[in-house]
């Protein structure tokens, strides 16, 4: 008889997603309070700066950020009701979500990388549906459009463009017709962009994005917050483990959400080259990761119940609790 561990039972729990809500509400209350003037992000971003965000005041920057984690959180629930990847219908994907960015102070102040990761998630939805579709041109088309509009938000997104295309093509779901597609999904919002800009005489506006697309920031790792570099190796660490996990257990999943996970297993490796090189983007970065590393914990944690899967939940479980604490006590 198999022993129902403290893991299995927090991740099958009925009241986990609640109580990871509380949680979260309560860290976010917690930071207001011990945080008042955390430091806003620069809107150093073309979209962002010419909206002025930095302008909002801490509240409604506040609850601007709370409500699109929250819609994110609300549709990891339904993409894994979708297409599968937990092979149960789990909302523990979603708990770990609330509880990764209650833990990062940093997150919780409106800026570009959330705009990026919603109308990244989108995208991800629209390349999954486009799955063995031998006309998925729509699919790829909105896919790729909003990944055009995540790119207004954060330039940088486009680089990960590659991985969307091998994706595609793992999917078999890449033709000469859905490549255009995908083209010119992508350039849609910025030619949406270039007629206002234009109309406005603002061209600067326009050129902006592709400007900071190919602007490398200098790196200096002596600068890099020590809070920045024990969250990335948290994370990374929680995504070796879940990524081993998938490959050791793949043969217990269909062929198609292998597929799913792998794309997620890429996506997050590229984001953590990204963040390597680029680390003055680690906030925007951060908030693309997030999806993927929860969607591979809950993966983990859902599917698996031994001794040593528990005692790696409850290290994560414990790791957490101390990241809040040392993210706080970093920024008073």
Not at 7 to 24: C, D, E, M, N, Y
Not at 197 to 226: C, G, R, W
Not at 299 to 323: D, E
């Amino acid at each position: 008889m198999r022993k129902n561990y403290l893991q299995k039972r927090v991740t099958a729990g009925r009241f986990t997603l609640p109580v990871a809500i509380i949680i979260s509400i309560v860290c976010w209350t917690m930071t207001s309070i011990l945080l008042p003037d955390l430091p806003k992000p620069e809107a150093e971003y073309s979209l962002l700066s010419y909206l002025k965000v930095n302008h909002l005041s801490e509240n409604i920057a506040l609850a601007l950020s709370l409500f699109i984690f929250a819609f994110i959180g609300y549709s990891l629930i339904i993409l894994n009701n979708a297409f599968g990847i937990i092979r149960m219908r789990a909302s523990v994907q979603t708990s770990f979500y609330f509880l990764f960015t209650a833990v990062i102070p940093g997150l919780h102040q409106f800026h570009a990388g959330d705009i990026a990761a919603l109308a990244t998630l989108i995208s991800i939805y629209f390349l999954f549906k486009s799955y063995q579709n031998h006309y998925s041109s729509a699919q790829i088309f909105h896919s790729f459009a909003f990944l055009g509009i995540g790119s207004l938000a954060f330039p940088q997104l486009t680089f990960f463009i590659p991985v969307w295309f091998i994706s595609a093509y793992n999917f078999q779901s890449l033709n000469i017709r859905s490549f255009f597609a995908a083209i010119i999904g992508w350039s849609l919002p910025f030619w949406f962009l270039l007629g206002h800009a234009y109309y406005h005489n603002e061209m600067s506006l326009f050129y902006k994005p592709f400007h900071d697309m190919i602007t490398f920031q200098p790196v200096n790792y002596k600068e890099v917050p020590l809070t920045n570099v024990i969250v990335t190796g948290f994370m990374f660490l929680l995504y070796v483990v879940s990524s081993i996990n998938s490959f050791a257990t793949s043969y217990q999943d269909k062929i198609r959400t292998r597929s799913y996970l792998r794309f997620f297993i890429l996506l997050n490796f590229f984001i953590f080259i990204f963040i390597l090189l680029q680390p003055s983007h680690f906030l925007c970065l951060l908030s693309l990761l997030l999806t993927g590393s929860s969607i591979l914990a809950g993966h983990l944690f859902a599917l698996t119940n031994n001794r040593l899967s528990n005692l790696f939940f409850i290290f994560t479980s414990i790791a957490m609790v101390a990241l809040y604490i040392l993210n706080t006590w970093m920024l008073l």
